[in-house]
């Protein structure tokens, strides 16, 4: 069972930046995957921001398009997201997951929270 960590979360201030990464300790390599990043408002579902294909290709929800940057680090075998001008709106919990193929287990995600 492929598992997934997410980390880099934290609470920042609107306007702010973060930038979450995604590992695993396993063997799943992910530049063979379309990998995505998931977010989780309070209260609501959980929804694809930001997505890599296997060739490179990102795609970003609306609400993110401009702000937010999805990528891949082959050799260390990171997905990572890069958060700018972060608003209240992008609070949640982030996971990273594999996108249009079976989901791997959820990790624990990571908390991002955006206030003044």
């Known amino acids: 069972q492929v598992e997934l960590v997410e980390s880099g979360g934290g609470a920042v201030q609107p306007g702010g930046s973060l930038r979450l990464a995604c590992t695993t300790p396993?063997?799943?390599?992910?530049?063979?995957?379309?990998m995505g990043w998931y977010r989780q408002p309070p209260g609501k579902e959980r929804e694809l921001v930001a997505s890599?294909?296997?060739?490179?290709?990102?795609n970003y929800e609306a609400s993110v398009k401009d702000r937010f940057t999805i990528s891949r680090d082959v050799a260390k075998n990171t997905v990572s997201l890069q958060m700018n001008n972060l608003n209240t709106e992008d609070t949640g919990v982030y996971y990273c997951?594999?996108?249009?193929?079976?989901?791997?287990?959820w990790g624990q995600g990571t908390q991002v929270t955006v206030s003044s």
């Open positions: 997951n594999f996108v249009r193929e079976k989901f791997a287990s």
């Open positions: 890599l294909t296997i060739t490179g290709v990102p």
């Open positions: 396993g063997n799943t390599f992910f530049a063979l995957h379309h």
